[in-house]
């Protein structure tokens, strides 16, 4: 993950999600260097607004799977990271 994107991920969180949360869970399917870099930028995020972040990594095939399912019950996460094929679907069935 580039440092340009990493940047954008903090903007994003800073902006999208209120300083009083507490807590932000973020679902991910990222592995090795992209997985490092995610836990740095959470660190980093994490000391800079005292926000705590649970990132947690999801096997890549069933992430849809995991979407599709836990989001309607209410058991999603605060954030998630994927790949724009899946956003479209996401939209039509009103989970993102």
């Not at 800079?48 to 799977?65: M, N, Q, R």
């Amino acid at each position: 993950m580039s440092r340009l994107a990493l940047l954008l991920w903090g903007i994003i969180l800073g902006v999208c999600i209120p300083a009083q949360a507490g807590e932000i869970t973020v679902w991910h399917a990222y592995r090795g260097a992209e997985e490092t870099a995610l836990k740095a930028a959470a660190e980093a995020f994490e000391a800079e607004t005292g926000t705590v972040v649970k990132a947690i990594p999801l096997p890549f095939e069933a992430f849809d799977s995991k979407v599709e399912t836990a989001i309607p019950r209410g058991n999603g996460p605060d954030v998630l990271i994927a790949g724009h094929p899946p956003l479209a679907k996401w939209v039509r069935l009103g989970l993102v």
